[in-house]
Every structure is written in C-alpha cells, then in structure tokens.
C-alpha cells in the first residue's frame, strides 16, 4: 500500500480542483492533485462548450450588483447569498486572470466579446469559441499546474474514504484504478472538488466523473449537505437526429443568439403557457424551459424522441454561418442542415444545486475540510443562472485552495503531524466490504449503477410525486444494504473496472438516497424541484434543508437561508 503525504490534497482536477490547486499553491503550501480520470481531463469543466457570466460590462454597462440580482431571482429565494455574492463579485478577477494566464476570450477590438443568456439582464456571458470554452479554460489551468514544483499530480486514484480525527480532516484512502491497490495520504486540508451527482441519471450530459463522490465522502465524514433536491435538467439536450462528436448540450447559444423557436409536435411555440415570456425573446430560465417541454410530451404534444423541436429555418444560412461558422459544416456532416429541418431536444439531468453545506472560507463544520466548485451546494439556490457554473468553478476554486493553504501552514506552525495509524485501520476496515475478486455472484457493479439511473430518472426526475419518490427509496435502500456487498468483482487486480465500478455505485448510492430524501420532504414545487402531487410553491419551504448522517440514517432539517452579509459590497 503506497503513503504519501502533503500540506493540500485536492480531490478531483476538473476546473475548480486545479484552480484550488494553484490557489493552495500561491500560500506556500504542498499540493497533491488527485483525480479518477486523468488530472485536468475529467469532470464537467473540460466539456462544457458555452458561456462563463461575468459582469465585466465591457459589451454594456453591467457591474456585479446587478448580476448578482438575477443569480439570487434565479434561485427562488434560496440562495446563500453570501455565496452568490463572492461569486458574482470574485468572478471578473477570476476571467481576467485566466486572460493572463493565457485564455484567449473571444473580442470584439479591444474589448471581451459577451453575449446575453437566459435569466441575465446584461449581456455578461463571455467565451473564447461556442463549442470550446471549456476545453479552452481547462488546457489554461494544466498549462499553470504545470508549471507549479509545489503541485504533485497523480491521475487514476479514486478517493473512497476520507480519516477524521476529533473533528479535523487529517487525511484519505484512495484506489489506485489501474493497479487495483489501495494509497494513503496524509494531509493537513482536504478540499472536495470531484464535482456533481448528474450520473445518477439515466439521460445526463456528465463525464464519467460525476457519479456523486464528493457528496457521499462529505456525509461519511460527518459534514453536511444542502438542497439536495435540487438537480438542474438542462431543458434542450440533443435527442435526434444521430449527432456524433459533439456536446448534446451545445443548442444554448445557438437558441439564445439566433432566436431558436422551442415547438411541440404540432410545431406551435409553447413555452409562453409556462409562465415565461419567450416569443421573440428566447431567454426563459432552465427551469421554467425544460418544465414547458416536458409537459407537452405529458399531454400528447411531444416529438417523436419524447421532445420538442428546436427551429432555425427561419434564419438565413448566411445569418447561421456569420454566427457558428465551422459549427454549422460539423453539423451538415453529422446530416443536420438546420435550414431545412429542426431537431428534437429534451431535457437532461445537467447540474446540481445542492451539494456540500460551506461558509464563505468554503469550509465544512469539520475542520479542515473544505469544498470547490459543483461539490458545494447554496450559491444557486433553487435553480442555477446560465453561464454561472465555470465561474463558480473559477471562484470557489481560488478561494478554498487560498483557505486550505492557509489552514496548512498554521498546523504546521502548530507542530501538527497529521498521521494515525489506528485511525486508517479503521478507515480501511470500513472500505473493506467490498466483495472478494473472483467470487461468482452474477450482478456486475455496472448492471446494478444502470438499474439505478433509470429508477432516478423515472421516480426522481425532472416531474415527482411522493408515490414515485417514496418507491425509489425502497429500492435503492435494498441495492445498499441487500446487493451491493454482493456483488460480483472479476478477479484481476490490474485495470479491474469492477473495481471502480463498484466503489463508485456505493458512493452513487449514499448521494441518491439523499437526493430523494430532500425531495420527499420538499412538498411543494420550487426552481428545478418539480412536484406534480405539490405542484405550487410554498412560503413555508422558503428554508434551506440540511442532511446529515447520525448512527447511519439520514436526518434533515429546515433553516434559514443565508442573505447577505453586512459589509459585503452592494454596488459594482
């Protein structure tokens, strides 16, 4: 079993775990960046293709209050406004410090190119290319991890347990993926950047990476969540035609820039029965978006893929092309020619809301550990503003890594020594109930995780009812505590993805439960959390619900949603 140790270990190097890095990195700190992919090529950043909101207000007058506004009226209320505050006013830094590093944001002259989208005021969405933002910002931040001696890089390990010791996080267990064998690491600050849950979901648009992990190692460890209930379904996911080598999201910018008309099945705008003003505008929120298209399916006014069509051939293809350029010759290719025919889209489980309960040092109530990015929950309130997830990912990042560095230097002024033998024994007894290698049982870890995407999809999507919650509960509760130890692991050690198959569904498993937790006792209708048995919101739920674990049960309350705090700046 390999040991190692550091002042930093970072879980996850998606976009907010290599900013967190470079943040840890900047306080004199010693780093470790782990990730189950490969470091900078896994999780959500690297795949995201469109917009990162920022209130530069160099397209139009904008300043951060006024983004903030629309980020908090996006969140139904329950915002952490202190949260959404350090986003909004941190993110313009953040983009003009990625500018620095190398990014190159599209222009317009001298001037950062930015667009409106749905739910903005402004037009403070910028992008370096419709289809290669994220792989644009994520290339920028390996280019500077690199360059850091104090950030040791290590892909394939997937965390499964994190030690705590008196309420501190002193260190984690990891699994090394390719050789099958379990690695140590001891650590002064732990920071949680692996993401969000939107693999649970049977059609989703995440990586590989986004099984929940981060969620389900925070409740283990005694830390808390928040808003669980609150998974985003981006509203125009790519259903049909066959569309190959692109990103079944990519429709946003093309819907908002160009005017894209969202029909039903009889080809008739809808969208405004909905409660959203959107002919000739095209901007209503994710929400309200994938709630519209997903009751015109319900009532029989669906396309054949179970959709809507998304309508362009009222814009001329000099029009289309000025836009999208070699976008458009990629999509003739894939046999869409938008100027003769619409396609079908539909909603897709995206992004998630909830996550990690934190305070504004992005610190958990245990100490030590701190989370970045998707993995933190309360920024986005009942529903996400688009283009805020890189810069949340951006912000976060750099702040927990700036506060996690710190933390490690003042232990180790301390004369802290993070290690506990006793401590990981008990840790390794507690992951060592995986099943033997080898053992003929039937059931694949896989098989088990696709049984529960679709029962997510189908009881805990984007409509729910207590019947339909109450029944996944059951289930996943017997996937937990009847099968996954039964489950059978081929018995190679090396590239074994039983493996890390099975270690992800027991994570999948603590993060679903939570999911449908929250949403059974959410009985209303907010934001992103659709009840159909609840179907209007409630003033009573105007509250924030926290879990936590206590003798292995999950226990929710209710409290108050952080406003803004007094001091906090107001006016851009």
């Not at 810069?391 to 004369?415: D, Y």
């Amino acid at each position: 079993m390999r040991q190692v140790s550091t002042d930093v270990l970072v879980v996850g190097a998606g976009g907010a775990g290599m900013y967190a890095a470079i943040s840890a990195a900047r306080q004199g700190a010693s780093v470790l960046l782990l990730d189950k992919s490969l470091v900078g090529r896994g999780g959500a950043t690297i795949m995201a293709q469109m917009t990162v909101a920022a209130a530069l207000g160099q397209e139009e007058p904008d300043d951060c209050a006024t983004h903030l506004k629309d980020t908090l009226e996006a969140g139904r209320g329950l915002c952490n406004e202190d949260l959404s505050a350090l986003l909004c006013y941190d993110g313009p830094e953040r983009i003009l410090e990625m500018e620095e590093w190398g990014t190159r944001w599209a222009r317009t002259g001298d001037r950062i190119r930015q667009e409106i989208a749905p739910g903005h005021s402004r037009k403070r969405c910028c992008y370096v290319d419709f289809l290669n933002t994220g792989p644009a910002v994520a290339a920028t931040l390996r280019r500077k991890v690199s360059e850091l001696a104090a950030v040791r890089r290590l892909s394939n390990i997937a965390v499964v347990d994190l030690i705590i010791k008196d309420g501190r996080a002193i260190g984690a267990i990891g699994v090394n993926l390719a050789e099958g064998e379990l690695v140590t690491c001891h650590a002064k600050a732990i920071i949680l950047a692996a993401g969000g849950l939107t693999k649970l979901y049977e059609r989703n648009s995440a990586s590989s990476n986004m099984g929940g992990e981060a969620y389900a190692l925070a409740l283990w460890a005694g830390a808390e969540l928040i808003d669980m209930e609150f998974v985003q379904f981006f509203p125009i996911g790519h259903l049909a035609p066959r569309l190959v080598g692109m990103d079944p999201i990519m429709w946003d910018p093309f819907r908002y820039k160009l005017g894209g008309k969202l029909l039903n099945g009889s080809f008739v705008e809808f969208v405004d029965r909905y409660g959203a003003v959107d002919s000739g505008k095209y901007t209503a929120t994710r929400d309200i978006a994938a709630y519209a298209i997903l009751k015109e399916v319900e009532a029989g006014r669906g396309t054949p893929h179970g959709g809507a069509y998304l309508d362009f051939r009222h814009i001329p293809e000099a029009q289309l092309r000025a836009a999208f350029g070699p976008v458009i010759d990629r999509l003739l290719a894939n046999g869409i020619d938008l100027t003769k025919t619409p396609v079908e889209v539909g909603p897709t489980a995206h992004y998630h809301m909830g996550g990690i309960q934190v305070n504004a040092r992005m610190e958990t109530c245990i100490q030590g550990l701190y989370a970045a990015g998707e993995a933190v929950g309360g920024a986005n309130g009942a529903n996400r503003l688009s283009g805020n997830a890189i810069t949340e990912a951006f912000v976060f990042g750099a702040r927990a890594g700036a506060c996690a560095g710190k933390h490690a230097k003042t232990m180790q002024e301390n004369g802290d020594e993070s290690g506990d033998p006793k401590l990981m024994a008990v840790a390794l007894d507690r992951i060592a109930s995986m099943p033997p290698r080898g053992a003929k049982r039937g059931t694949a870890p896989v098989a088990l995780q696709a049984e529960l995407q679709k029962l997510m999809w189908e009881k805990a999507g984007p409509f729910r009812t207590g019947e339909k919650l109450s029944q996944a509960l059951r289930r996943i509760r017997e996937m937990r505590e009847q099968e996954l130890p039964d489950l059978e692991i081929a018995s190679q050690g090396t590239f074994n993805m039983d493996i890390q198959d099975w270690f992800e569904l027991r994570a999948m498993l603590t993060t679903a439960e939570a999911v449908v937790t929250s949403a059974l006792s959410r009985t209303e209708s907010r934001g992103a959390h659709q009840r159909e048995d609840y179907p209007n919101p409630d003033p009573l739920y105007l509250r924030n619900q926290v879990l936590r674990l206590k003798n292995g049960a999950l226990i929710s309350s209710w409290v108050t949603p952080v406003r803004l705090a007094a001091g906090l700046p107001r006016n851009g």
